[in-house]
Nanobody, 120 residues
Framework: QVHLVESGGGLVQAGGSLRLSCVATGSSFYIEQIVFMGWYRQAPGKQRELVAEITRSGSTNYPDSVKGRFTIARDNVKNTVYLQMNSLKSEDTAVYYC???????????WGQGTQVTVSS
């Protein structure tokens, strides 16, 4: 199977930046079948929401709330996806989850989550 491991979360002041990383480990057979990888977040009392997603070919998608501030990138050789977050706001505070799947928008694999806290 596939395991996703996130890193890079932490505490940052508003206006600052953080970069999250997520590496896929496990079966090469299943990792190569992953078409899309993405980042989701969940704040206390709120539903989990998509933050960014990227296909194996490099197509990206962002919600308006992060467009222009967040950038997702993917290294298919290293089986790693990154999320560069700039101009962070207090409302970006959440647990961020890495996800991946064989169908765009349908996550089959999930990471354990990493906390991002933005202080105002």
């Amino acid at each position: 199977q596939v395991h996703l491991v996130e890193s890079g979360g932490g505490l940052v002041q508003a206006g600052g930046s953080l970069r999250l990383s997520c590496v896929a480990t496990g079966s090469s057979f299943y990792i190569e079948q992953i078409v899309f990888m993405g980042w989701y977040r969940q704040a206390p009392g709120k539903q989990r929401e998509l933050v960014a997603e990227i296909t194996r070919s490099g197509s990206t998608n962002y919600p308006d709330s992060v467009k222009g501030r967040f950038t997702i990138a993917r290294d298919n050789v290293k089986n790693t996806v990154y999320l560069q977050m700039n101009s962070l706001k207090s409302e970006d505070t959440a647990v961020y989850y890495c996800a991946g799947g064989q169908v765009v928008g349908t996550a089959r694999y999930w990471g354990q989550g990493t906390q991002v806290t933005v202080s105002s």
